[in-house]
């Protein structure tokens, strides 16, 4: 129908870049879109909140922010479950796998971190050349689809896009051809391609099977 469904609004982003503290540093949302006020309002993060996703039975909600920290949430109650530390810099993407109690971050630290969702263990990360701006689960859980760039005061780009064993921890694939940084990334259900969007002005597809840009 082409009909807004529900809103999420409540961020407030004034002057963001000049004065971060003018944020409110909360996490709203909305069960219906004609409310003035938010059904339900958690507070905990103190830096801009970069992303959120949920979790495949929608029970929860998970944000990753500036303040380095992944903090995940009980929709129905708004509480806050628990808080993941790790990262040394902002938490720029999260993803949730298909497989039950896993969750990734990709972060401004160039490391990629898987978390078991309930305990947050950490596992084995995966280390890149720079910042990891973006991170997707393969369709059956089994790999993970990093998006990176380069940091400030490299001299050598990094603009690329990684295919990671989980259980193993080897890079699989880079695919490089982006002139700038891949800012998201995305698996293509029920194909071997996959999709690459870039500060270049560009989105590529990759196929897996020849490694090339197709």
Known sequence: TMRVFRSFQGHDGRNECKCSRQDDFNFNWWCDT??????????????????????KSSSMIASGSWDQSLKLWDLESGKLVYTFMGHLASVNSLAFSPREGLLATASDDKIVKIWEVMGGRVLPSFQHSGAVHCVRFSEDGAQIITASGSSLFQQERND???????ETGAELFTFAGHADD??????????????????????????LDSGQSV
């Open 160 to 166: 690329h896009v990684k295919i990671w064993d989980i």
């Open 34 to 55: 004609f409310r003035r006020e938010p059904s339900c309002k958690v507070q905990g993060h103190r830096g801009t909140v970069r992303t959120v996703a949920f979790n």
């Open 182 to 207: 891949v800012l998201a990334v995305e698996a293509v259900a029920g194909t071997s391609l996959i999709a690459s969007a870039s500060k270049d002005r560009s989105i590529r597809l990759w196929d």
